[in-house]
């Protein structure tokens, strides 16, 4: 019997071993207290709050490679997660009709809408389907390309930083803020985009007990990407802190909340 090849189990180009990639430790939760050790090495959990995060994570200097080539290749095939442009059409069976039941009640015909980090821009196509003005944002000019063989979606190459201020009804946030360095200036960032009382539609992993986190993949603890799994304690109190006013999140989509948010700072 021949035994199967073991270098065929284990991806070329692993981004696990990517030699560009440099890592830092962090001891503290973003509440200021600190992280203790938890049943996975390179993860802690607060004593506060709750939260868990990436105690062993990419510094912000290695999200190029993080997220380059790699991260649309062989990071989604470890994830196991379908390219591109079979998630255009699986996004639209699994997600994307609860993300608009959550959103469009909160919408006005018309309005200026943005999504930061959009992927495959699968939401976005739906919105403008419907006569909203959209624009999404990615950070790689090959998935632009990519998309833009789906839809005639606006995509502009960057980050909120690279959208005009206080020129959105409403900004959306799929997916993104668990990889966030720093989830202040991420939601500062995006606040910046919405104008006066605009809406802002989040959806991260946010848990209500740890019996919630132990039940995560072990891709939602993969260390090159999520730095934050967020208690709901933590989360209320980071929206607050940003000046949004939490206006629904009876939504529920993958086990957390899709929330719905108002712009009360000015
Ligand atoms: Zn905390």
């Not at 997220?67 to 591109?84: D, K």
């Not at 960032?189 to 946010?206: A, C, D, E, Q």
């Not at 891709?219 to 933590?234: A, I, P």
Request: net charge negative; proline share 5%.
């Amino acid at each position: 019997m021949n035994s199967p090849d073991a270098s065929s189990l284990l991806p070329k180009n692993d981004p696990n071993i990517d030699p560009r990639i440099e890592w830092e430790r962090i001891d503290q939760c973003l509440c200021g207290t600190s992280l203790r050790d938890c049943a996975i090495w390179g993860w802690g959990v607060c004593e506060r709050c709750g939260t868990w995060a990436n105690t062993h994570r990419p510094t912000e200097s290695s999200l190029q490679f993080v997220y380059g080539e790699i991260y649309w290749t062989t990071t989604q095939q470890m994830a196991g997660v379908p390219l591109l442009p079979q998630r255009f059409e699986n996004d639209f069976h699994d997600r994307v009709g609860t993300y608009l039941a959550a959103l469009l009640p909160h919408l006005r015909d018309g309005m200026k809408i943005t999504e930061v980090g959009c992927g495959n821009a699968r939401l976005l196509h739906e919105l403008k389907m419907r006569g909203f003005d959209v624009t999404g944002t990615e950070f790689s000019a090959d998935v632009i390309a990519q998309v833009a063989k789906l839809t005639d979606v606006p995509i502009v190459q960057g980050t909120a930083d690279d959208l005009p201020a206080a020129a959105f009804d409403a900004v959306i946030s799929i997916d993104v803020m668990e990889h966030a360095h720093d989830p202040r200036v991420f939601l500062r960032s995006h606040l910046r985009l919405l104008k006066p009382g605009g809406i802002m539609m989040i959806h991260t992993p946010v848990h209500e007990s740890q019996a919630q986190v132990y039940g995560y993949s072990v891709g939602m603890m993969w260390k090159l990407y999520h730095l934050w799994l967020f208690s709901g304690v933590l989360f209320d109190e980071l929206l607050e802190e940003a000046g949004l006013t939490i206006l629904d999140r009876s939504t529920s989509l993958f086990g957390w909340p899709v929330v719905i948010a108002r712009k009360t700072a000015t």
